[in-house]
């Protein structure tokens, strides 16, 4: 059974920081892409960044630049650096396992229709 935690959410005012941490368990066999995902209320899910197993990442345009996603594939921990933190920022952010393209083999930002999602941690930025 895949088990998702994510942690390190919290309050944080705009231009600050946060670091964003998910532990997954269960996943056989081992995902090739992973990714952040976030919610915010009266909206869909949204593709935030993923990153594959060699490390190649891809952002979506409004993080660009200012969110950076890693992980340690020994530990099969996932993170999101997250700086200079906008109000537009605050969601409930999810990882999970992202949809490898068959077509251009890179991770789909789009959020996964079929997957296992963990109960998130909320970001909410203040201005």
């Known amino acids: 059974q895949v088990r998702l935690v994510e942690s390190g959410g919290g309050s944080v005012q705009a231009g600050g920081s946060l670091r964003l941490s998910c532990t997954s368990s269960?996943?056989?066999?081992?995902?090739?892409?992973m990714g952040w995902f976030r919610r915010a209320p009266g909206k869909e899910r949204e593709g935030v960044a993923v990153?594959?197993?060699?490390?190649?990442?891809a952002y979506a345009d409004s993080v660009k630049g200012r969110f950076t996603i890693s992980q340690d594939t020994a530990t099969n921990t996932l993170y999101l650096q997250m700086g200079t933190l906008k109000p537009e920022d605050s969601a409930m952010y999810f990882c999970?396992?992202?949809?490898?393209?068959?077509?251009?083999?890179?991770?789909?930002?789009?959020?996964?229709?079929?997957?296992?999602w963990g109960q998130g941690t909320q970001v909410t930025v203040s201005s």
């Open positions: 999970a396992e992202a949809v490898l393209s068959l077509v251009s083999m890179t991770c789909d930002l789009r959020p996964p229709q079929e997957t296992s």
């Open positions: 269960g996943y056989s066999p081992t995902p090739y892409c």
């Open positions: 990153i594959d197993r060699a490390g190649s990442t």
